[in-house]
């Protein structure tokens, strides 16, 4: 076999003319037609958004899907490289409505709903001739002539069809998780929505330490006050959804007995001993809890029980606040071998 001699080396003036060359000897559909009869190997391109520009880490992914896809096709199967539009995402509707000049609450009444979708329709195509230019320069053999493009009904319909088979084998079940959600846009929102520029600000805000009352006490956790394990969040909207307290295995928990600093009223409470410190002012330390006023500015405590996490595992507390009750299983204590005494109480909401 011979090769190209080159006494300078110019990587752009190659790249166009082995382009040409295959495009002269249309490389790319003899590779599918002369594996006709062969064994078939699927891949169905995970599909790019075509209303923004195609960047450098395109051509690194697409890079990688084409080396798989060749050596594929050397091994003697037929490759058809199926391509593929993205057009769905809160990102093509939000580009739609600061065009038209238009919220979420006017289509229907400002604009119809036919015209809103074919605007969205439009603008989610913008930039397909990019695309289509940057994958013939890199050298991608992908068919753009026959794409599958999420917006039409047979794409839909058959990820319906497939969710029933999933349905059908008992392979669908619920669940529960934080769910990131945009009241403007009157929908949840992806981790990738979540990234786009503007969308977090530096803000000051208010943590909590919440307390969950424990139903079944260890011994040296009664007799004084409600018993609770205390947990610290930096997310205190998060807590209506709360359904787990996470300790770790082998961190060391006590019993605090004490006076809650805002009402006054006696407790009990369970948190790491290696962050009692942060919490007690140390002159307090095994001082007369029958003496204490309330407002005083050292607040008593005492220390009368030690544990193990893993000892502490299986516990149950009542739900913070009257919210969604997954059921079985919900409201305990769990091991998680992230947790830490660096911060809060050593116990995970």
């Known amino acids: ?14 790249n166009k003319e082995v382009l040409n060359e295959w495009d002269k000897a249309d490389l790319f559909h003899r590779s599918m037609s002369e594996r006709e009869g062969c064994p078939s190997f699927v891949f169905f391109e995970g599909p790019p958004s075509a209303n923004g520009h195609p960047g450098i880490h395109h051509v690194m992914a697409r890079t990688i899907k084409d080396v798989f896809c060749r050596y594929k096709t050397m091994q003697g199967y037929q490759v058809k490289r199926k391509a593929g539009w993205d057009t769905h995402g809160l ?8 065009e038209l000049g238009i919220t979420k609450e006017d289509i229907g009444k400002g604009i119809s709903i036919e015209d809103y979708n074919a605007q969205c329709r439009k603008n989610v195509m913008m930039f397909t001739e990019e695309w289509k230019d940057l994958s013939h320069r890199m050298g991608y053999w992908v068919d753009m002539e026959h794409p599958y493009v999420t917006y039409e009904n047979s794409y ?69 006050g409600t018993p609770h394990f205390i947990a610290w969040t930096t997310t205190p909207w998060t807590l209506p959804s709360n359904t787990a307290l996470c300790v770790g295995p082998e961190i060391d928990y006590v019993c605090v007995r004490t006076y809650n ?46 544990w193990k996490g893993k000892e502490l595992v299986g516990m149950e507390y009542k739900q913070l606040i009257p919210f969604v009750n997954p059921g079985e299983g919900a409201f305990r204590v769990i091991p998680g071998d992230y947790v830490s005494t660096e911060d809060g109480t050593g116990i995970v909401h």
């Open 156 to 224: 839909i319909e058959t990820l319906w069809w497939l969710l029933r088979q999933l349905y059908d084998k008992g392979l669908l079940y619920k669940g529960y998780t934080i769910q990131p959600y945009s009241p403007a846009a009157g929908t949840g929102l992806s981790s990738h929505e979540l990234n786009q520029p503007g969308c977090y600000r530096d803000v000051k805000d208010t943590t909590v330490t919440a307390q969950f009352e424990i139903v079944n006490p260890l011994p040296e956790m009664t007799g004084w």
């Open 91 to 98: 990102p093509v509707e939000l580009g739609v409505e600061k």
């Open 261 to 306: 600093p805002y009402s006054g009223e006696p407790v009990s409470v369970i948190m790491a001993r290696a962050l009692v410190g942060a919490y007690f002012n140390p002159a307090g330390e095994n001082a007369d809890l029958a003496g204490y006023n309330s407002g005083d500015k050292v607040i008593p405590y005492q220390i009368v029980g030690e």
């Open 1 to 14: 076999m011979k090769f190209t001699e080159r006494n300078g080396l110019n990587l752009s003036e190659v």
